[in-house]
């Protein structure tokens, strides 16, 4: 009956956010539209001058000459069948583009969540559980200096300290190209490529879960079940694990899931900082490009993946929380 129940809620959803897609690939089809020029200067201006009669070919060829209406009917058209487009700077199609640069992304997207999930956690309960003592006010200076701290500066720091100075780790990539490395051997490269980008990312999120976390605390201990929980004999640590830490991470876990949009944002200023092959350095390469498809297609894959961390989260609040029902 819970399975049931809990499919039953995943596809309602599925279901409701497909009306809520196809709004955000039309606003995002029309705010790129606002931007100056088109695929056909950005070619004409590469080839140092172009006559009309090319530009008119060139914006036959990609479609742009229609009206924006009727361009903006044939890519919702193609998004119903899975045909994201062609990509003019690339020479491929846009859906097998991004299947080569998604999976970096995911690894990194995953890798600063878990790290800014469980460590905020951690740290929010140590700082929670030593009000006013020096272990509070240490987590509290750092998580305020982490916060304050721009994402791109952190990321050029880190690499001036650990790459430049200690040669500890790469500057940039993902592997290195020339070891041609296999097995265990890659997955050991590609972490050790991964330490420095993911910790520039998960710096800022690890502050904010950091903060989240102790309030949530503080204030689930003053609730009446603690009281209670006390009154039964139950030591201040059971109640901690047992009750309190329960409840308490519910609010991490619904900001993790509002974020997700904002990390893919935060990821587009990492990638681009640290050369990472995901699809942040792939879209400031397309909007410089105005590869207006790559964009659109990055930007619809961008919104399946928030849909789906904010349905993962819905079951994750009912998992938490037995008293939240799927509905």
Known sequence: MIWRKGAAFVVGRLLLAVPVVLTIVALNFFLLQLAPGDAADVLAGEAGSATPEFMAQLRQKFGLDQPVSMQLLLYIKQVFTFDLGYSFRHSMSVSDLILTRLGPSLLLMLTVFFVAIVFGVTLGSLAARNLNQWKDRMISLLTVMAY????????????????????????????????????????????????????????????????????????????????????????????????????????????????????????????????????????????????????????????????????????????????????
């Not at 097995?183 to 991964?194: C, E, M, N, R, Y």
């Not at 003053?222 to 409840?247: C, F, P, W």
Request: glycine share 8%.
């Open 148 to 327: 304050a701290t721009p994402v791109f500066w952190a990321g050029l720091m880190l690499i001036v300290v650990f790459s430049i100075k200690l040669g500890w780790f790469p500057t940039s990539g993902m592997q290195q190209v020339a070891a041609f490395h296999e097995g265990w051997a890659k997955v050991f490269d590609i972490a050790h490529h991964l330490v420095l980008p993911a910790l520039t990312l998960s710096l800022f999120y690890l502050a904010l879960y950091t903060r989240l976390m102790r309030a949530s605390v503080l204030e689930q201990f003053s609730m009446d079940y603690v009281v209670t929980a006390r009154a039964k004999g139950l030591t201040e640590t059971q109640i901690a694990y047992r009750h309190v830490l329960r409840n308490a991470i519910l609010p991490v876990v619904t900001m993790a899931g509002v974020q997700a949009g904002g990390l893919l944002g935060g990821a587009v200023v990492v990638e681009t900082v640290f050369a990472w092959p995901g699809l942040g350095l792939l879209a400031y390469e397309a909007l410089f490009s105005r590869d207006l498809n790559l964009l659109l297609g990055i930007f619809f894959i961008s919104t399946c993946l928030v849909v789906l961390v904010n349905l993962i989260v819905d079951l994750a609040y009912s998992l938490l929380d037995p008293r939240i029902q799927l509905r």
